[in-house]
């Protein structure tokens, strides 16, 4: 997979902002077959960092009553990508 495919998009929340100033962690959208090292690899190709680990999350949106029916929440992933302290993504 290529870098740009494997992540989709910074995710810019309250508890992303407070991870990226006390953690030096960044928090990202990415595809859903993409693997720890595809992501490491991917953020050091784009971003020009040092990774030095990558946690992710299987999230799924809650399911939603319409007047047609239920339907399901997407099932999205996010990766949370610590970087070496000398390092700094300046997209945040």
Do not use: C, W
């Not at 870098?3 to 309250?14: D, F, G």
């Not at 006390?22 to 690899?41: L, P, S």
């Not at 992710?56 to 302290?85: C, F, S, W």
Request: aromatic share 8%; glycine share 6%.
């Amino acid at each position: 997979m290529q870098a740009t495919t494997v992540i989709r998009r910074p995710i810019v929340t309250e508890k992303a902002s407070f991870q990226t100033g006390h953690g030096n962690r960044y928090t990202f959208e990415v595809d859903g077959r993409a693997r720890k090292d595809q992501i490491k690899a991917a953020v050091q190709q784009l971003y020009k960092v040092r990774v030095l680990s990558v946690a992710t999350q299987n999230r799924k949106a809650r399911d939603r009553q319409y007047k047609y029916g239920l339907v399901e929440g997407a099932i999205t992933k996010r990766a949370i990508v610590k970087v070496h302290p000398e390092d700094k993504i300046e997209l945040f």
